[in-house]
């Protein structure tokens, strides 16, 4: 009898026990930043060797966080990044300048990989253009 007792106390515990629900503090107080650029391509087009490479990705900071980029990378050598270390507030904008050596001949398309503190983590885009000879 006092053994039957025991293994029904361990059952209403047990089922008490696993019927529990989780809490999920802060679940809907999280502040997350969301990085928007204005667009994710940008075409050079045809444009004669040697000119200027320089262009700009402009963004705005569409979430309720600070947007903090910790690094800027390109799929090579030929282009490089500028970008600012400070954080872009909420609802304020940034540029990401990318300047590619003109000095190479021939259609290009070069992806650049930004990784920061935002929502869905690293963002893929894509620079592409033809490059010719100056007469």
Do not use: H, W
């Not at 209403?12 to 969301?34: G, H, M, Q, R």
């Not at 990085?35 to 900071?61: A, C, H, M, P």
């Amino acid at each position: 009898m006092k053994r039957a007792l025991n293994i029904a106390i361990l059952l209403i515990l047990a089922l008490s026990f696993f019927n529990a629900a989780p809490t999920e503090f802060d679940k809907y107080d999280t502040k997350v930043a969301v990085i928007k650029f204005k667009t994710e391509v940008v075409d050079y087009g045809t444009i004669t060797q040697n000119s200027d490479g320089t262009r700009l990705f402009t963004f705005t900071n569409i979430g309720d966080a600070p947007l903090l980029i910790t690094k800027v990378k390109t799929s090579c050598g030929c282009t490089v990044p500028s970008y600012s270390k400070a954080a872009i507030m909420p609802g304020e904008s940034g540029e990401l300048s990318i300047k590619y050596d003109t000095k190479r001949l021939g259609a290009f398309t070069k992806t650049v990989t930004v990784t920061s503190n935002a929502e869905g983590g690293n963002k893929i885009l894509k620079i592409k253009g033809n490059i010719i000879a100056s007469k």
